[in-house]
């Protein structure tokens, strides 16, 4: 019942511990570093919360693994460069099917491209950055308060589809501070549903194809199939109950700008022109709640921190043609989007744009 | 409780090629086990990719066959959830020393309370002899035609970095040597490493020279000696135990960024 100034990186963290995260691995990195600083004060007053500094973001996802498996609801925080480090045990997570919740607060690609800048740009790693085909469960806030709300979320449906879950948020978001009430959130909180270790079964966890005896199915190939549409349909199920999105602003507007994350926010001063849907859950696709909403809209645009990860799915999602506004370089801002709108001949009577503006938009 | 009551051996024969050394420490281990009541219930096996790696699917414990490298980050966080378990991870040299070589030295560092046993083959083996971090200087692999250019790792060394660590060395021909390593590392409170030499007859021997299994054994027991009482420093084919300074059980298990000190 207190309102107070809360970072967006912090409401992280407190979503966790509501969430009933009891184990912390990571590695320092921008701007997610907060989270780790965060997690390291708490271990020190809460001996039940563990906390690990580990040597690289390979160790920090690794270790939330084992984590999960020995019996704590586990999480690491990073950004772009370290998730990509973390990919292949992101895969390891699906086939084992261990519940954790990895943060990933962008900046701007590729490489170690601009630490402090936000961008948008890990959509697809989100969803496609380890071997193999596997179901992703993302999800993105866009508000400090949403923060906390979907980091409980996270770790939800972490525990229910039994697999490494996606929160991302941005340099952006990650380093607002707003006025909330967490304490007025209200989600209820998922038990634990692994079995932890070493209480009388003789599992074995394996990143290989298994029987379920723990005998190779290295060439199994009915069987390797058999795993993969029961793990898919079961994380999809899941998914479903956490169909979560936005449509908003002008809903009357004959244009509807797709947009995610904190970008939405930096385009409202558009909202008297435009409809908005803000998709939180980015993956699985919300293809049938996007496919009920864009029919009524002339023209759709999607502004994003990328080149396109998104209006790419959105077009597959749809099969019609999108404007695209691409924020490139960590340009997010109003004017940014209002140029990319000039650009593209959609800018709205009523606002103006300097044509003699050195701002380049992509 | 028995021996064959660590085993799953409903699950055998193992893959192992005939004549390899993992099923000889696999042995030793059970058999440590039983005499040290573990099981179950206070006890996970943490594996990590290669040969070594099947071991713990036929044991009959909790356990996690990891990614290639990464049994340290994994077994420290179960250890670190779970101080009252009984963390052992068991993998082989190419996984522990090149892949997981990093996690090595930060698992070490902060003397995690955990047991590795390293099945020390000196070849990478199950992806078909390729030279590995432990491979002796010289030796002709498939990926080192004309002999392998650099010395190997220094596994002693490394572990000793810690003054407060456990550094064995075994060959899998010492038996009775190497069960002593195996139950004094798990009992030892804080990082514990066994290094025990082992024979791959299909991929490594037979291209260096050794007609069977048994020759390499042969080997080990005419080139390994017990080190002196008291040696603080095992020299190469020398068998024994390096001891640092233990730490209180629990001082490794604590919160903060792990530290042992």
């Known amino acids: ?362 | 409780m028995a021996v064959k009551d660590k085993l799953k051996t409903d699950l055998f024969p193992t893959i192992w090629c005939p004549g390899c050394g993992i099923g000889l420490i696999m042995q030793q281990l059970a058999s440590v086990m039983d005499d040290l009541g573990l099981d179950k219930t206070n006890t996970v096996l943490i594996t990590g990719i290669g040969c070594t790696g099947r071991m713990g699917a036929y044991m009959n414990f909790e356990s996690v066959y990891t990614l290639h490298g990464r049994t340290l980050p994994v077994a420290e966080a179960i250890k670190m959830v779970r101080p009252e378990l009984n963390v052992i991870v068991v993998s082989g040299d190419g996984d522990t020393a090149s892949i997981g070589g990093n996690h090595l030295l930060h698992s070490i560092r902060r003397n995690s309370n955990i047991t590795v046993i390293c099945n020390n083959n000196e070849i990478y083996g199950l992806t078909g002899g390729q030279a590995g971090p432990t491979t002796p200087k010289g030796t002709t692999t498939i990926s080192s035609p004309a002999g392998t250019t650099y010395s190997p790792v220094n596994l002693q060394g490394i572990v000793a970095s810690n003054p407060n660590s456990f550094y064995a060395k075994t060959t899998v021909y010492h038996q009775g040597p190497m069960k002593k390593a195996i139950k004094e590392a798990i009992q030892w409170p804080g990082f514990a490493f066994v290094d025990v030499a082992s024979q791959c007859i299909e991929n490594n021997g037979r291209r260096i020279g050794f007609a069977s299994a048994n020759d390499m054994l042969q080997n080990y027991r005419t080139e390994y000696k017990a080190a002196p009482p008291g040696s603080k420093h095992l020299e190469r084919h020398q068998l024994g135990i390096v001891k640092g300074e233990p730490l209180p059980v629990g001082a490794s298990a604590k919160n903060g960024n792990g530290s042992g000190e």
């Open chain 1, 1 to 362: 019942m207190t309102k107070k100034l809360v970072q967006g990186n912090e409401a992280v963290f407190k979503g966790a511990v509501k969430a009933g995260a009891t184990f912390f691995a990571g590695y320092p990195i921008s701007p997610s570093s907060e989270i780790l600083a965060q997690a390291s004060v708490h271990a020190a007053s809460h001996p039940e919360f563990r906390f690990l500094q580990e040597e690289d973001e390979i160790a920090s996802v690794n270790a939330i693994l084992g984590g999960s498996l020995a019996g704590a609801k586990s999480f690491t925080a990073t950004s772009g460069p370290g998730f990509s480090l973390m990919q292949e045990a992101v895969g390891y997570g699906h086939k084992v099917g261990i519940p954790c919740v990895i943060v990933n607060v962008m900046r701007v690609g590729p490489g170690t491209g601009m630490p402090t800048m936000p961008g948008q740009g890990d959509l697809n790693q989100t969803r496609y950055g380890s071997t193999g085909d596997y179901t992703s469960i993302v999800f993105y806030p866009s508000t400090v308060a949403e923060c906390y709300e979907y980091t409980i979320h996270a770790f939800n449906a972490a525990e229910e589809s039994r697999s490494p879950v996606i929160l991302l948020s941005d340099a952006f978001l990650g380093h607002l501070n707003e006025v909330a009430d967490l304490d007025e959130i209200d989600v209820p909180v998922v038990a634990r549903t692994l079995e932890p270790l070493a209480k009388g079964s003789t599992r074995l966890f394996s990143g290989v194809a298994t029987y379920p005896d723990g005998e190779p199915a290295t060439a199994d190939s009915d069987e390797f199939i058999r795993q993969y549409y029961e793990s898919r349909d079961q994380r999809q199920a899941v998914a479903e109950k956490y169909a979560f999105y936005e449509h908003g602003w002008n809903k009357d507007a004959e244009t509807l700008v797709i947009a995610f994350g904190i970008t939405p926010r930096v385009a409202r001063p558009l909202a008297p022109y435009f409809a908005l849907f803000r998709p939180i859950r980015i993956w699985p696709t919300l293809d049938k709640e996007l496919a009920e909403i864009a029919p009524r809209y002339k023209k759709i645009i999607v502004i994003e921190g990328s080149d396109g990860q998104y209006a790419n799915v959105v077009e597959r999602m749809l099969l019609r043609r999108v404007e695209r506004v691409p924020l490139l370089g960590g340009r997010m801002s109003i004017e940014a989007i209002t140029l990319g709108l000039d650009h593209i001949g959609m800018l709205p009577a009523g606002f103006a744009v300097d044509k003699t503006s050195p701002v380049k938009v992509g």
